[in-house]
Structure formats: C-alpha cells, structure tokens
C-alpha cells in the first residue's frame, strides 16, 4: 500500500459518528431471499457432482433444492423470459449468478492468478513504471483476457488498464485494484516444512496460493474479471456500467492514478478490492519517516557493524534483519554475543512474541541475523519486527561497537522505538475510538549509493491530528535526541492524512447485505489501518479482500490466498455487479 496519498476533501467526516453506522443504513434488510445455508448447500451439490451445464440448469436446480422459496420460482421464470427483474427477484438471481461463477470459473480464475503472479510487477526505480517491461506485459495479459469475455478495453498510456461493460443508461460507478506489488526477499519464501518458494511463481498447498500478489492485488483482480465476464454472459441488464480501473502505482504512492486523474473523469461512486471486509469506509493516513546517518569510517582495529539489512520495502514488515560485523577482535565479539543471546530472548520474548537470532562466525566477519514474523507494516500487531529487535540485540549484549552511521542508527532505534510500535518511547502516542492508534514500525535499514545509513519507519496515523501537526512532533522528538547524542542526521517525513467517508447509502447497505447473506457473518462499516488509492476517489468504499479474523498477507514473507476466500469474492464480486449496478439511486 502506498506510502503517500492525498485526501479527497469531500464526504470526511467531523466527528466520531463513524462506527455508530451499521445495517439499518439504505432500508430495511432483505428476508425473503437465498442466504448461506441454502447457498452451502447447492455449492455441496455441486463438488457431489451434480454440476449443471450452463447458468439456466443451475437455476433450475435452484428452484427443484428450495421448494418452500416459492418466489425464487417465479424469479427464475422472469428471468428466462428476459422480464425486468427488481426487489428480491434481482437479487436471488444475482446471488446465483454468484454461486454460479465460483462453481463453474474457480479453477480458470486460479490459472488467471498464476499467470499473473508469473508477472513480476515490482517498480524498478531505474524504469518508469509506464515503461516497465512487466507492467507491458501485465497490461497485454489483461487486455487479451477482456477481449475474450467480449468486454471493452482501454489502456490509458500504461498507467491504467480499463476493462468497461456497458450499462443501459448513461451512469457507471468504478472498480479499482492494483496490479503493481511490493518486492520479496527469496530467502524468506521457504514453509516451515523447508520447502522453498519462489514468490513469483504460484504455488498451491491445499487451499493456500502462495505467491508475490496473490491477495494485493492479483486476486482481485481475477475475480472481478470472472465477475464481469458472468455478469456479460448471463445477459443480465445493467442500467449503470461498470469500469475496472487497474492502477500500476499503488504500492509507491499512486502517481498513476494522479495521472489518470487528469485525463479521465472518474466515477461519481467507486468500490476498491484493496483492502478488507464487510465494507471499510476510514482508512489510516500512511507516512514515511526517513533518517539518514552521514557515512563515517570506523576504525579497523575496532569491531564495527558495515551492513544492515531489514524489508524491501518500507510498507512491510521484514521476517528477517541482518547485520555484518568486522573488524577487532572477532572471536571475542562472538562470544560476547552468544553469552547475551539467551538472556535477551527471554526477556524480550516475554514483552511480544518469539523470535529467533543465529550468529555465524566467518573468517573475517559475524553475520547476525534474527527471524521474526513478517506483516504489512499497515498492521505491526500482526508480526513480531526483526529490525528493533536486532539493534536491541546489538546495543544490550554489551559488545563494544565502533562509532559510524550503523552505530548511530541502532542508537536511534533503540532509543526512540525499541519494540513497541504504539510511540510510546517518542511520547506521541495517541487513538481515535473507530480508526485505532497511531503506530509506527521502523521496517526498512540500507546504506545507500552515498554511504549514509538510512532507517524508514512506517507512520499510520488515524484521525485526531493533521499531517503537519504530527511532522512537526515527530521532528522535535527526533531532533532532540540526535542533538543529546550529538549526531546530525537528515529527517524526511511526507506523512498522508486520515480518509473517512460518509457511512451512508444504500450502495454501502447493498455490500454490508451481500456481505452478510453470503458469509453469516457480522456485516457494518469497519476502519483500516490501511491507505489505499480510494483517497484519491470520489465515494470510494473498500470491499475485500481480507477476512476479518485472519492475518492478512499482503506484503508478508509466503503471501498467500486461501481458495475458500477467493471463493467468496468471486461469488460476492457478482452479486455486487448486478446490484450495485440496478440500484435506482447510489445515496
């Protein structure tokens, strides 16, 4: 996810009305219509065998498996008959169609993922992404994939891939994903039984797809594809057309979408498949706070540390962090090191999770490393960071180490963070009672071209400050303590402000009731902590696909899909399409 956005102005809300809105929004919820037991049950029917050979059979066993759902016969005969179709009708034929699509596209959606995944859409700072090779071929990928389901096509100059069904009336609301991901680190991509994975090639262990953009974004976008082309295919009428937008940029700030902005008028109303159930209408505002420590030379009669390692990238949560040392008297340092190790780990193992740290002592060097959980960095509560827990390490063993910019970045981690992600060292922190804490979680350590060491720190910070008022903190608290350990180091902070839409509708009532039919589950608006490209959106509402209940991978080391929740979001993707896109008024 990005790590800088602008706020729309418009639909934010001023006070903390938010989390009071959940189902009664839009108009009494529906009773007479399919829900998940009877759902569960044709879905049974079908892995049994008895599949039907095209959406008009489906129905028909439908109809013959709910005898007591009288209207659901009389909804299926208007729709052979190509009748208009509202109410209840509209919306048992549209959550068929639903079922349908899963059933019968599963395994093709699958495919379509894996060739996607086989895509490594990673920006290369070198290319623009317009110009990247990968992102070429993505868009050629999706574009002979619209072609094939009859659907419209637009490459908007490499930015964004529009894939459009049309809409009887002039109105369309928008889809959007990414088909940009986040890079991985090879070595972290090996399951606890050894196997190794590549992240970019899908691999399938029972029901988990494993892969580098298997749940950010590819999935989604399989899905929604397959939603479409089933929606196309059935002949169902829509009176408002549907635009998939595929944004190239997300994960590095969303310049695409700037662009895209400028040449396209955007739709009035827009769902983004980036994020998590039932419907998230506030989101976190994502910020990027940089530390540069001057290159300095250590002397190589003294132990030094020359190289560290964290994330690829600074919106994620490493599994792992390393450190090289050199220099004096290595012998000693390992030891010095091994005598600490079991010590630290209780202590800290104690305060947040288990972790683990290997010392292997070279010819010239010791290569530390320690293995934590990895996590989007969105959510640090999800992860145990390797990074903080590595500097601790090096700053508490008790091993005498050279003065340079390593030195001074593991100072500065262990004195402004430690293993807490809530600022409580920084004494900044703080919570709004629907979008959650401010957090932070300093992911990303590299020493750049230059020689100067660099520590990024990921900022969500909800709403209860502005962007400037958190810099200007932040920068003081960072400032004061490099001017006590009389360092001089360059701040960069570009923090992105806090997104909360007006939770009302009946498009919103529309996805919290497929939502809760299809999964019998709670359904009410949810925050996250976040940011996506719906800030650049006007009436932008995430819908999946995370579950709630379960870590979400995105950007984890064995990223992965679960095929019961891909399911799910191909079955509620088509449901949304044709509802949403009936809806006598979006408000």
């Not at 310049?255 to 980036?274: C, E, G, Q, S």
Request: charged share 20%; glycine share 10%.
């Amino acid at each position: 996810m990005p790590s800088r956005l602008p706020r729309l102005p418009r639909l934010s809300l001023p006070a903390l009305s938010i989390g009071c809105a959940v189902l009664a929004l839009g108009g009494p919820a529906l009773a007479d219509t399919l829900k998940k037991p009877a759902l569960d049950q044709l879905a049974a029917r079908w892995q049994a065998g008895q599949t039907a050979k095209d959406f008009n059979a489906f129905l028909a066993q439908a109809v013959a498996a709910n005898p007591a759902h009288k209207e659901l016969a009389t909804a299926v005969s208007a729709y052979g008959r190509r009748q208009p179709l509202a109410g209840d009708a509209l919306v048992d034929i549209a959550r068929l169609l639903g079922l349908y699509n899963r059933l019968r596209n599963q395994q093709a959606a699958i495919a379509t993922i894996g060739a996607m995944v086989a895509i490594p859409t990673v920006r290369n700072v070198q290319v623009p992404p317009h110009e990247s090779p990968a992102i070429l071929d993505f868009g050629r990928l999706v574009e002979k994939m619209a072609k094939d389901f009859g659907l419209n096509w637009r490459n908007v100059d490499n930015r964004i891939f529009e894939v459009s069904l049309q809409g009887r009336g002039s109105e369309e609301f928008g889809i959007l994903t990414h088909a940009d991901v986040v890079p991985a680190v090879l070595s972290e991509w090996v399951l606890d039984d050894g196997t190794k994975l590549d992240p970019f090639t899908m691999t399938r262990v029972g029901d988990f797809l494993y892969g580098r953009g298997t749940i950010d974004d590819k999935g989604s976008i399989a899905a929604v594809l397959y939603a479409m082309k089933a929606v196309k295919d059935s002949g169902l009428p829509i009176e408002r057309g549907i635009r998939l937008m595929i944004e190239t940029t997300e994960e590095t700030g969303g310049d695409a979408m700037l662009y895209y902005r400028n040449k396209t008028a955007l739709p009035a109303y827009n769902i983004v498949l980036d994020s998590k159930y039932p419907a998230v209408v506030a989101e976190k505002g994502s910020g990027a706070l940089k530390v540069f420590f001057p290159a300095q030379p250590a002397d190589p009669a003294a132990t030094a540390i020359v190289a560290m390692a964290g994330a690829a990238s600074a919106n994620a949560i490493a599994q792992t962090a390393t450190a090289t040392l050199k220099g004096g008297d290595l012998g000693a340092a390992a030891a010095t090191l091994e005598a600490a190790k079991a010590g630290f780990l209780r202590k800290y193992e104690a305060q947040g999770g288990k972790f683990a740290i290997d010392i292997a002592r070279g010819a010239d060097s010791i290569e530390l490393k320690v293995t934590g959980v990895s996590a989007h960095g969105s959510r640090p509560e999800e992860g145990v960071n390797p990074v903080p827990r590595l500097a601790l390490f090096l700053k508490e063993s008790g091993l005498a180490l050279a003065p340079n910019g390593f030195r001074q970045a593991v100072d500065y981690l262990d004195a402004l963070y430690g293993t807490g992600y809530l600022g409580e060292k920084l004494g900044l922190g703080y919570s709004d009672d629907f979008m959650g804490p401010l957090t932070f979680s300093p992911n990303l350590v590299r020493a750049g071209a230059d020689g100067r060491v660099e520590v990024t720190v990921n900022v969500r910070m909800p709403r209860g400050r502005t962007p400037d008022e958190l810099k200007a903190q932040v920068a003081a608290k960072v400032q004061a303590w490099a001017d006590a350990a009389k360092v001089k180091p360059e701040i960069q902070y570009d923090q992105g402000n806090w997104m909360a839409r007006d939770p009302k509708g009946a498009w919103l009532s529309t996805l919290l009731n497929i939502y809760g039919d299809t999964t019998g589950l709670e359904a009410k608006p949810v925050p996250t902590a976040g940011s996506t490209t719906a800030k650049l959106m006007p009436n932008a509402i995430n819908f999946g696909p995370a579950m709630p209940g379960k870590k979400y991978t995105a950007h984890n080391a064995k990223e992965y899909k679960e095929v019961p929740d891909l399911d799910a979001d191909m079955q509620m993707f088509t449901e949304m399409l044709v509802r949403i896109g009936n809806l006598p008024q979006m408000q």
